[in-house]
Structures are given as structure tokens and as C-alpha cells.
T-cell receptor
Framework: DAKTTQPTSMDCAEGRAANLPCNHSTISGNEYVYWYRQIHSQGPQYIIHGLKNNETNEMASLIITEDRKSSTLILPHATLRDTAVYYCIVRLNNNAGNMLTFGGGTRLMVKP | NAGVTQTPKFRVLKTGQSMTLLCAQDMNHEYMYWYRQDPGMGLRLIHYSVGEGTTAKGEVPDGYNVSRLKKQNFLLGLESAAPSQTSVYFC?????????????????FGPGTRLTVT
């Protein structure tokens, strides 16, 4: 699996967009980019994933660069409840018992 | 839908005692997983199951056993608890190929079981 690099921490003002970057320069052509978050003392929560096109759902948007070496998760209007550790994971989408490898992630602090 | 539920939420065991953690999901998922998370660390896969009646070892299986007798339930057993097994245990589930969309990596997690072994 390709390795990912994320900033250790970020701050965001409530109501503003939170843009969380992720570098995955060794990503292979058939690996997907997944984003999860973990709010304190809770289980991880799936947010979004993509292959090469930008994706949007009710939680967030995912922007993947044309060369696929980096991506950005966008929370359009961050709230205090979005304070969490955000994990960028690169995985093949195959028929195996897949262990999700959570690295250090980015600790996002949304401030009033 | 309740999603993924775990029982119990908290437990304290003495070294050598045994217990079973129960995970239940009502999303008709084929795949189920048990992870452990130690303080300040990421998740590590203990065991997983790709269908009723099947189980497989993950990254850290020693000291644990699992069973998947029913599709909706995945049990994690500790036969003889050790202090090194003090951790937060998360269960997760996901589903394989459905309608052309392979979503195995969309894993849905339970709230966790906090286990302390003294």
C-alpha cells in the first residue's frame, strides 16, 4: 500500500471551510484514496473515497490532483463537532480481508 | 438501523480470566473485523471474517479467538486475559461486491469496548 503523509495538526474557525491535505506520491494506478475520521473516544467513521475524479457527498468533498500524488479533503462549513483526527488511507479495492492501516492522521481543531 | 453495536461497553478483568466481546450489525454486511487500539496509536487488525462460518487471522491474532456462526454477529474471545490486552476494541463491518461497486474498504465501526486487565 502507498504511504501517506499528513500534517500533524490544523486549526479551523467554526463556519469556515477546513481543507485537509494528504500526500501519496507513491500511489499506484488502481489504488483508491479513503478518508476516515475518529472523534475522541468513538470508533472511526468513513467519510469519502475516490480514485481519480473529485467526489462529493453529504459530509465532505474530495479533490484529487491530476497526477494523483496528493488529495485534499474539504469540510465546507466546519462545526465544533468536526473536531477529530482525520486519516487519509490509500488502498486497493480488492476482494481481500482488508485491514485499514491508520497512520498518524491530522488532528483538526475547530474553534469558535 | 442500529448499525454496528458492541457489548459490553466497559469491562475490567483480572489476569487469567476469560471473556467474550460481542459485535452485531444489522446492515447485512458480509465482512466483519475486530481491531484493537492502544493509547496514541492506530488500529491493528486482530481477526476478520469474509462470511458466515469463516474467520481469518489479522496482524495481531495471538491470545484471541473468534467465531462467526451467524452473519450478523462476530464474537471475539479472550481465553486467558493478560495486562497486554488492555485496550479499546473496535468491531467493524463492510460488504463486498454489490451491483458493480466494490465497497470493502467502506468499513463501519462500532462504538468500542474499553477493556482493562489488571
Amino acid at each position: 500500500d502507498a504511504k501517506t503523509t499528513q500534517p500533524t495538526s490544523m486549526d479551523c474557525a467554526e463556519g469556515r471551510a477546513a481543507n485537509l491535505p494528504c500526500n501519496h506520491s507513491t500511489i499506484s494506478g488502481n489504488e483508491y484514496v479513503y478518508w476516515y475520521r475518529q472523534i475522541h473516544s468513538q470508533g472511526p467513521q468513513y467519510i469519502i473515497h475516490g480514485l481519480k475524479n473529485n467526489e462529493t457527498n453529504e459530509m465532505a468533498s474530495l479533490i484529487i490532483t491530476e497526477d494523483r500524488k496528493s488529495s485534499t479533503l474539504i469540510l465546507p462549513h466546519a462545526t465544533l463537532r468536526d473536531t477529530a483526527v482525520y486519516y487519509c488511507i490509500v488502498r486497493l479495492n480488492n476482494n481481500a480481508g482488508n485491514m485499514l492501516t491508520f497512520g498518524g492522521g491530522t488532528r483538526l481543531m475547530v474553534k469558535p | 438501523n442500529a448499525g454496528v453495536t458492541q457489548t459490553p461497553k466497559f469491562r475490567v478483568l483480572k489476569t487469567g480470566q476469560s471473556m467474550t466481546l460481542l459485535c452485531a450489525q444489522d446492515m447485512n454486511h458480509e465482512y466483519m473485523y475486530w481491531y484493537r487500539q492502544d493509547p496514541g496509536m492506530g488500529l491493528r487488525l486482530i481477526h476478520y471474517s469474509v462470511g458466515e462460518g469463516t474467520t481469518a487471522k489479522g496482524e495481531v491474532p495471538d491470545g484471541y479467538n473468534v467465531s462467526r456462526l451467524k452473519k450478523q454477529n462476530f464474537l471475539l474471545g479472550l481465553e486467558s486475559a493478560a495486562p497486554s490486552q488492555t485496550s479499546v476494541y473496535f468491531c467493524a463491518s463492510s460488504y463486498p461486491l454489490t451491483g458493480g461497486a466494490f465497497r470493502v474498504n467502506e468499513q463501519y465501526f462500532g462504538p468500542g469496548t474499553r477493556l482493562t486487565v489488571t
